[in-house]
């Protein structure tokens, strides 16, 4: 299968986050840009999967695929619920939420980035 244009990206990391999570079928997918507004990160990934199930298994898919490419293990929070799971792969930190605590938490807003795009 070819890679989706959509979630290439210059970064290699950035790349494998995206591509990772867009074969998982990640729902709208939202990429903010930290440079200049946090120290913590580059970039932040969100996005919704449709269960719990869904986005716990989309975060340990993406620590076993970046594990594989060489970028280390990343830290993983939230899996025993998974209605929110932080994947912290260094330069990129990753939030999966369920649709419902995503609306709750508005991360996007809260670091000014109101609307999605380009969901996957």
Not at 16 to 23: A, F, I, K, T
Not at 57 to 81: C, D, N, T, V
Not at 93 to 106: A, I, S
């Amino acid at each position: 299968m070819a890679p989706n244009p959509a979630v290439q990206h210059d970064d290699p990391l950035m790349s494998l986050v995206l591509q990772s999570l867009d074969d998982d079928q990640v729902q709208d997918l939202v990429v903010i840009d930290l440079d200049g507004k946090s120290s913590i990160a580059d970039f932040m990934v969100i996005g919704s999967g449709r269960s719990t199930r869904q986005v716990a298994a989309m975060a340990q898919k993406l620590g076993e695929r970046l594990k594989q490419a060489g970028h280390g293990s990343p830290r993983i929070e939230g899996l025993p619920a998974a209605d929110w799971v932080l994947v912290d792969a260094g330069s990129v930190v990753v939030h999966l939420f369920r649709p419902e605590v995503r609306t709750f938490y508005n991360l996007e807003r809260m670091w000014g980035f109101d609307t999605p795009t380009g969901a996957a």
